[in-house]
């Protein structure tokens, strides 16, 4: 078995006998060196030592993978709703842009009615005063 599998079976977390097998020690030479027995050998110790320290940096990987998935479902959400927030942004940019042609066009033409009307009343004028049309 090697760290990676041992690390990554479903099992749970490594036993006593997993980490005593790839250490290459018996399970009482490992219970020794994890509980800081001065009775375990310094080989045995620094064995079992740097197989803690490959474990422990599994651990770590683990967790900074399922750190960097949930930031990227989170990115991932933030970009959806950043997208549907610029599509409403156009949607109303749209209709402000349609809105203010529509008054720019009312102006206009209420601009040229009242010049229509200021004709008109200047050309009824004119007949009423003359009691004939202008020419």
Same mark, same amino acid.
């Given at each position: 078995?090697?760290?990676?599998?041992?690390?990554?079976?479903?099992? =749970?977390?490594? $036993?006593?006998?997993?980490?005593?097998?790839l250490a290459g020690v018996s399970s009482a $030479?490992?219970?020794?060196?994890?509980?800081?027995?001065?009775?375990?050998?310094?080989?045995?110790?620094?064995?079992?030592?740097?197989?803690?320290? @490959? @474990?422990e940096g599994g651990r770590r990987k683990r967790?900074?993978?399922?750190?960097?998935?949930?930031?990227?479902?989170?990115? =991932? =959400?933030?970009?959806?709703?950043?997208?549907?927030?610029?599509?409403?942004?156009?949607?109303?940019?749209?209709?402000? =842009?349609?809105?203010?042609?529509?008054?720019?066009?009312?102006?206009?033409?209420?601009?040229?009615?009242?010049?229509?009307?200021?004709?008109?009343?200047?050309?009824?004028r004119g007949v009423h005063r003359n009691g004939?049309?202008?020419?």
């Amino acid at each position: 078995m090697t760290v990676t599998e041992l690390l990554t079976r479903p099992a =749970g977390p490594p $036993t006593l006998a997993d980490v005593a097998q790839l250490a290459g020690v018996s399970s009482a $030479t490992a219970s020794r060196v994890l509980t800081g027995s001065a009775r375990a050998a310094q080989t045995a110790r620094e064995k079992a030592e740097a197989l803690a320290s @490959q @474990q422990e940096g599994g651990r770590r990987k683990r967790e900074l993978e399922r750190t960097r998935a949930a930031l990227e479902r989170q990115i =991932g =959400g933030l970009r959806s709703e950043h997208e549907a927030g610029a599509e409403e942004l156009r949607r109303i940019d749209e209709q402000v =842009g349609t809105q203010t042609r529509l008054q720019t066009t009312e102006r206009i033409m209420l601009g040229r009615l009242r010049q229509a009307d200021v004709s008109v009343a200047a050309e009824v004028r004119g007949v009423h005063r003359n009691g004939k049309r202008a020419p």
